[in-house]
């Protein structure tokens, strides 16, 4: 069965470093998220992305953080300058986009990557 | 925040069913009921979702009552594997996913 993978799956970095976070989506999917999980609370949503564009971003996806979709399988989320605070599971899931809204697509996620910052 | 409210935990036996309810009276018309769930700090997993009609797969079945104002998630036959936090959420269109804090499903042998 098709699955989305992610890599590497634990990254350690120091405060102010670059980290890039790379995805595998489901490779028919068209539609492409990112979402994190600081431990013990909720995931929360990072930024969507399709047609080769954000499609919405939340109030967490500042300029520290960039999306790409490199070629044609990959897509990585970029963090400039990391903080303590960005330590967390980062989640990436896609969907198929078969359906038009207000139809939905069912997302599929990863397994995660866990970023520590030190 | 989540438009859906759900019990904070909740215990099952082994081999038992599992009922997860969920609460989402502000759900609008065109919004699918969707239930994921997280088994440690691993992703989300996908296990159903309707709109109107029960439905059902090989996981489980997802009973929509006729108003939609709520939903009850089933497990069948529980086993130890499905302890895990269940997350309901309402959701139309490709906009993201908002989770709240789910249910903790402990099943117990």
């Known amino acids: 069965e098709p699955e989305v993978t992610q890599t590497p799956s634990h990254q350690v970095t120091q405060m102010g470093q670059e980290v890039i976070l790379r995805c595998v989506p489901i490779s028919n999917h068209l539609y492409f998220y990112w979402y994190r999980q600081i431990l013990g609370q909720k995931v929360e949503f990072l930024v969507s992305?399709?047609?080769?564009?954000?499609?919405?971003k939340s109030e967490i996806f500042d300029d520290q953080f960039s999306v790409e979709r490199p070629d044609g399988s990959n897509f990585t989320l970029k963090i400039r300058s990391t903080k303590l605070e960005d330590s967390a599971m980062y989640f990436c899931a896609s969907s198929e986009l078969v359906s038009l809204a207000p139809l939905t697509d069912t997302q599929y996620f990863g397994p995660g990557t866990r970023l520590t910052v030190l | 925040d989540a438009k859906t409210t759900q019990p904070t935990s909740m215990d099952c036996a082994e081999g038992r069913a599992a009922n997860l309810p969920c609460n989402h009276s502000t759900i609008s018309g065109n919004e699918y009921v969707y239930w994921y769930r997280q088994i440690h700090s691993q992703g989300p997993q996908y296990i159903i979702h309707?709109?109107?009609n029960n439905e059902t797969n090989e996981m489980a079945s997802l009973i929509i009552t006729e108003d939609r104002k709520s939903s009850t998630l089933i497990l069948p036959h529980a086993t130890l594997r499905d302890t895990a936090v269940y997350y309901c959420i309402v959701i139309s269109g490709n906009t993201p996913l908002v989770f709240g804090k789910g249910t903790r499903l402990s099943v117990i042998a």
């Open positions: 309707g709109l109107k």
């Open positions: 992305f399709y047609n080769n564009e954000i499609s919405e």
